[in-house]
């Protein structure tokens, strides 16, 4: 493992020195062009000038709704450039959570690109808002008279990046610099990152995954990020095989679909330039793995954490070249792990408990939402993962399970509740419960039991047309169940969600 480093070094100033000695080096490949680290920096530096000319003050918040690209982490870099905070929010929200995330982060200004315009300027037309992949940068004057960002926080906050949780609305986990900056030096050390790397991005840079741990971490070290859109696996294999991509980060759906991409393909493309593959966000597919590096010749290594803390548990590919099945990697250095029973007692090796974790990219609590920053961060500073794992005598850490009823799909997260509102919202139903079920793909399958009022009809089709209306795609549920009565716990009189998942997966079929 690489010598340990500080976790207070300034980002921006560290970029500027890899630019100042490879200037004319690819930083990133997008839009069908290669910028280059002199070009990223110059960029960077005018659109930081413009926004002080907009008004921009240190600490005003400044929302990003857009895809991958390069004109992406340029602006997002340019916000910080010019001392502003950054709110990055995922492109594809649904109108409600969108409209709520706007108004939530009160930001002087939004940043977006010609395919999110159109939704933001709906959702809220009274926000001023500037493109960054047009002709030309030239943001309009900033808002004024917004909220102050909090004063009692241990450091200032940089980020504040919306982030589905365990809640009906998308949480608001604030991070400092001294977070991200340790999240991109460790990830670029444990990784083994060097400037000949190659790194595909298909997460999306609205998520701390895509944005800090892979775009910011490869830029560190003045490697090349590839910036795509969209994870199709033709995509890929154009990256790699075209652009000599060496590092796919994804979640497991990316590398199950690229499988599947593979086994159907006439022909066998060379993909020998990469050289490191890493899962994280949703749980292990061993099969699809295994099928991966039969295909491709590589593992797939895994990384696990929380956007409140990060990073926590992932591979080192030098040290442990073929990951252990099932287990998500070992604790990484400067952070730590605690596992712990109900009564906050840690548990022997190999027992399962739930993970306590804290460290320099711990978070400095959710936005405007004191009440819960207080349920999941302790007094001494850990923060409650709510996720439940265990450790061998080895150290590797395993992934057993959620404490929480929440959904993930292709890496995304799914509130129940939320997808649960929604449908009650419809007419014709009287209630509904939503669960996850287990996919093959995705990870997990959003179903629901759905009790349809007396005289109305019971049209699928119709229910997922109106909650396309409402929701992102990955939120509608694929399989739909009519049932005459949601099964409920004799004891406690709650819906017994465990008996809606087994009736779903019993009586209904993905459509």
């Not at 100042?20 to 110059?42: D, K, N, S």
């Not at 790699?240 to 159907?264: M, Q, S, Y």
Request: with cysteine; glycine share 8%; aromatic share 6%.
């Amino acid at each position: 493992m690489p010598g340990d480093v500080g976790t207070r070094g300034d980002y921006l100033v560290e970029l500027r020195h890899v630019a100042a000695a490879q200037p004319t080096a690819t930083a990133v490949i997008g839009e069908g062009r290669h910028t280059t680290y002199g070009e990223l920096i110059a960029e960077i530096d005018r659109r930081a000038e413009r926004l002080a000319a907009a008004g921009l003050q240190r600490g005003d918040r400044v929302a990003l709704v857009a895809e991958n690209s390069s004109m992406f982490l340029v602006s997002a870099l340019a916000v910080w450039t010019a001392g502003g905070v950054l709110v990055t929010i995922y492109p594809s929200t649904g109108r409600e959570d969108l409209l709520y995330t706007l108004h939530n982060a009160d930001p002087v200004l939004v940043l977006v690109d010609s395919g999110t315009a159109g939704a933001v300027r709906a959702a809220a037309e009274e926000l001023p808002a500037a493109l960054i992949d047009g002709a030309d940068f030239d943001p309009p004057s900033v808002r004024t008279g917004t909220m102050q960002n909090p004063t009692d926080l241990r450091e200032p906050v940089s980020l504040i990046c919306y982030s589905s949780g365990t809640t009906s609305r998308p949480k608001a986990i604030m991070l400092s610099q001294a977070a991200l900056y340790n999240g991109a030096r460790t990830y670029a050390d444990i990784w083994r990152l060097t400037p000949a790397d190659r790194t595909i991005v298909c997460l999306p840079m609205a998520w701390l995954y895509g944005l800090d741990s892979t775009s910011m971490a490869t830029l560190l070290v003045g490697g090349t990020v590839i910036a795509l859109r969209r994870a199709r696996p033709d995509l890929l294999v154009e990256a790699i095989r075209n652009d000599g991509a060496t590092f796919l980060p994804g979640v497991t759906t990316v590398f199950a679909k690229l499988v599947d991409h593979l086994e159907r393909s006439s022909d066998r493309p060379d993909l020998s330039s990469l050289r490191l593959a890493v899962s994280g966000g949703e749980p292990r597919n061993e099969a699809a793995f295994q099928r991966f590096t039969e295909l491709v010749g590589r593992p797939v290594h895994d990384t696990f954490c929380a956007s409140e803390c990060f990073p926590l548990i992932t591979y080192d590919p030098v040290v442990d070249p073929y990951p252990v099945p099932g287990s998500a990697g070992r604790l990484v250095p400067r952070s730590e792990l605690r596992i712990v029973d109900p009564d906050g007692n840690e548990v022997p090796v190999g027992e399962a408990g739930e993970a306590f974790s804290r460290g320099p990219g711990l978070m400095l609590g959710y936005w405007r939402d004191e009440e819960e920053s207080a349920k999941v961060l302790t007094p001494d500073g850990w923060y409650r993962t709510r996720d439940l794992v265990r450790m061998d005598e080895d150290g590797f850490v395993y992934v057993v399970g959620r404490l929480s009823d929440m959904i993930i799909r292709g890496g995304s997260n799914v509130s129940p509740a939320e997808v649960e509102r929604a449908l009650r919202e419809d007419p014709d139903i009287r209630d509904a419960t939503v669960v996850g079920l287990p996919d093959s793909v995705y990870g997990q399958a959003v179903a629901a039991a759905v009790v349809i009022k007396r005289g109305a009809t019971f049209d699928p089709d119709h229910i997922r047309r109106e909650l396309g209306e409402r929701l992102a795609t990955y939120k509608v549920p694929t399989r739909l169940v009519r049932v005459d009565r949601l099964p409920n716990n004799a004891t406690t009189g709650k819906v017994d969600r465990r008996a809606v998942a087994a009736l779903v997966s019993r009586e209904g079929n993905p459509d």
